[in-house]
């Protein structure tokens, strides 16, 4: 991901992005030139299968970044624990450790 979060916001209508610093603006001209330059060289050099398959992948890949930085924006909710599990057992029971290759182990008594 080469965008950050912190430099846009959500569209009020529709899916996408809205700039909202510089950088963000910057980032979107970047885009817009990565896709637009090449396809149109192509176009003159009347290649327009590759000039097609240049704006396909690369219009993916500003979508797949785009993705991602929405996904940063609002990340999934963590797991809470569930207040309605009973412990049967001490309030603050003694915690012995154990560390192993790959795993750590807590043994409570």
């Not at 700039?19 to 980032?27: C, E, H, S, V």
């Not at 993916?60 to 924006?73: E, N, S, T």
């Not at 001490?90 to 192993?100: F, G, I, L, R």
Request: charged share 20%; aromatic share 12%.
């Amino acid at each position: 991901m080469f965008g950050k979060p912190e430099w846009f916001r959500k569209k009020t209508c529709g899916w996408g992005l809205t700039p909202i610093t510089f950088l963000g603006r910057a980032y979107a001209v970047t885009w817009a030139a990565v896709l637009v330059a090449p396809f149109t060289l192509l176009l003159v050099r009347q290649q327009p299968i590759e000039a097609l398959v240049w704006i396909a992948t690369s219009g993916g890949f500003m979508l797949y970044d785009m993705r991602h930085i929405m996904v940063a924006m609002n990340p999934p909710p963590a797991d809470t624990p569930a207040d309605d599990v009973l412990y049967i057992g001490d309030e603050k029971p003694p915690v012995s450790q154990m560390a192993t290759r790959n795993f750590d182990f807590q043994l409570r008594r």
